[in-house]
């Protein structure tokens, strides 16, 4: 049983992808998606009435209700959580999704989300500053508006799996997961 999340930069897609991400387990097994983000006026707006369009359970927490929150749902395979970061909670968050994982038996699964049209500089940067998460792998974002170059040397640059592809906005369609026995690109 896994507690997903994303970390990335602002503007990543890391939102429209998780979304993605519970739908696409939906179909093989049960999911619920939490969200977190009670700053961001865009994260907010987006899961405005989803309990409508989604099949599974979307819930709203808070920092001091996500661990509560996720026991409830202890025969839920997997629970994915949107958090909304800035840079002064990042390391906070960190704590307490290991606490929550810990806690509710659940193993941690991490993964840097990346828009396609970040530079190797950029990617690395980002990898840097969120290396206290160790992310497992790569989420590359927004393929749609780069070219395939760029996404490539994001991943070649990390050196970390690829994990999935998305592009576009469409939920749930338009993202491509990669097999974990075959990713991308192997760590070194």
């Known amino acids: 049983m896994r507690l997903m999340t994303l970390v990335g930069p602002a503007g990543s897609g890391k939102t429209t992808t998780m979304m993605k991400m519970a739908f696409a387990s939906w179909k093989d097994q049960d999911s619920v998606l939490i969200h977190t983000d009670n700053f961001h006026l865009g994260s907010r707006k987006t899961y405005e009435g ?18 509560n929150l996720v026991a409830g749902y202890q025969t839920v395979q997997d629970v994915y959580v949107d ?13 307490l999704m290991t606490q929550v994982a810990k806690q509710t038996s659940r193993t941690l699964t991490v993964l840097l989300c990346l828009s396609a049209g970040t530079s190797s500089s950029a990617a690395l940067h980002q990898a840097q500053y969120w290396s206290s998460w160790k992310p497992e792998a790569l989420l590359v974002t927004k ?37 974990p026995s075959r990713p991308v690109v192997k760590k070194p």
């Open 143 to 179: 393929v749609d508006e780069a070219p395939l170059g760029s996404a490539l040397e994001i991943v070649n640059a990390l050196k970390l799996p690829l994990w999935a592809e998305g592009k576009g906005q469409m939920i749930p369609g338009d993202i491509l997961f990669h097999h």
């Open 50 to 67: 989803l309990d409508d369009l989604f099949p599974f359970p979307v819930a709203g927490a808070e920092s001091d209700t996500l661990m």
């Open 83 to 95: 958090i909304g970061f800035n840079s002064d909670n990042q390391e906070d968050w960190r704590q």
